[in-house]
């Protein structure tokens, strides 16, 4: 019978006592920040272990190359399989590979569609998205009403890859807290995509600028977009005292911009952690132990208040 677990930390996950020698991990991608500090955690976690190799592949954000991949390392002989996945409504597939082959599969970070009925040696381990978008969109509301704009503010919000399940949750934590009672006098302007990319958002910001139309501001599903944000504000010549800013995963970045006054809210995204966890839970898996199917690595709020216990978390 499978154990899902909704709430625990990396300490849920079972310890291993054997260890497998080969683990295939297929990334989304490898040009992204928090994705490297993840991968990072898992080949810190590998090379604590005697005999545990990763065969590390870069799936170039292409749903077709991340199942060749899968496919390619079941027939090598992998002893299990992470996926950190491209496309999350795109997994079922992988899902049903790896369960025909034998092969243990854990996915990491990006929550797959098919999370629900996964097979019994398959997990998922992440963070909870109801948390990260809720908690930087509430304390934006907060910062706003203590600002003196309780009676009308207006935002925009910059959402990450659509066919990502991370967007699409934390975008939807944004607008449900905008519909509770202390919120509701925050208004989206727009919302739109910049695919997670710094470049992208600094350039739809800038857009939104060129407008005319007056904000408050800005909600980012990612530190990145965040961060371009904030180089369109103040490119454009606007204050970063005049308009709030949130992201989320408190990347080193982030929190540098944090420091400097620039970034408002972000949310500390543990992916080191997750890294770290994904790898044993697939050691686990490999080895025939049993695996809660669902652990959830905590979010933190971090604000310039804290923003100096997270300056070498991550």
């Given at each position: 019978?499978?154990?899902?677990?909704?709430?625990?930390?990396?300490?849920?996950?079972?310890?291993?006592?054997?260890?497998?020698?080969?683990?295939?991990?297929?990334?989304?991608?490898?040009?992204?920040?928090?994705?490297?500090?993840?991968?990072?955690?898992?080949?810190?976690?590998?090379?604590?272990?005697?005999?545990?190799?990763?065969?590390?592949?870069?799936?170039?954000?292409?749903?077709?190359?991340?199942?060749?991949?899968?496919?390619?390392?079941?027939?090598?002989?992998?002893?299990?399989?992470?996926?950190?996945a491209v496309d999350t409504s795109a997994t079922e597939a992988m899902s049903s590979a790896a369960e025909s082959a034998g092969v243990p599969l854990v996915y990491v970070n990006r929550e797959p569609i098919n999370v629900d009925t996964l097979p019994d040696n398959q997990a998922f381990v992440a963070s909870n998205e109801i948390e990260s978008g809720t908690l930087a969109a509430f304390e934006a509301c907060q910062l706003l009403r203590a600002a003196g704009l309780g009676g009308g503010a207006r935002g925009y919000m910059l959402m990450g890859q659509l066919s990502n399940q991370a967007a699409v949750a934390r975008s939807q934590d944004v607008r449900d807290i905008l519909g509770i009672a202390m919120c509701d006098f925050i208004e989206l302007v727009d919302e739109q995509t910049a695919n997670w990319s710094r470049d992208e958002a600094q350039n739809l910001m800038t857009n939104w600028i060129s407008s005319g139309e007056p904000f408050n501001v800005v909600f980012a599903n990612n530190d990145e977009m965040a961060i371009g944000a904030i180089q369109a504000l103040k490119a454009a010549g606007i204050s970063m005292d005049d308009v709030v800013v949130t992201g989320v995963d408190a990347t080193q970045d982030a929190l540098v911009a944090m420091q400097a006054g620039e970034l408002d809210v972000t949310v500390f995204q543990d992916a080191n952690g997750q890294g770290s966890g994904a790898l044993k839970a697939a050691l686990s898996l490999a080895a025939g132990e049993d695996v809660d199917q669902k652990v959830y690595i905590p979010f933190i709020l971090v604000t310039p208040d804290n923003v100096g216990d997270f300056l070498s978390a991550n």
């Open positions: 019978m499978k154990r899902i677990l909704l709430a625990t930390g990396l300490a849920a996950l079972m310890g291993t006592s054997a260890l497998a020698e080969n683990i295939g991990v297929s990334m989304a991608r490898f040009d992204d920040n928090f994705l490297t500090v993840l991968r990072n955690g898992m080949e810190e976690t590998a090379a604590s272990m005697d005999g545990v190799e990763l065969q590390i592949e870069d799936a170039r954000d292409d749903v077709a190359r991340q199942l060749d991949q899968i496919n390619n390392f079941i027939a090598s002989g992998v002893d299990a399989i992470i996926i950190n």
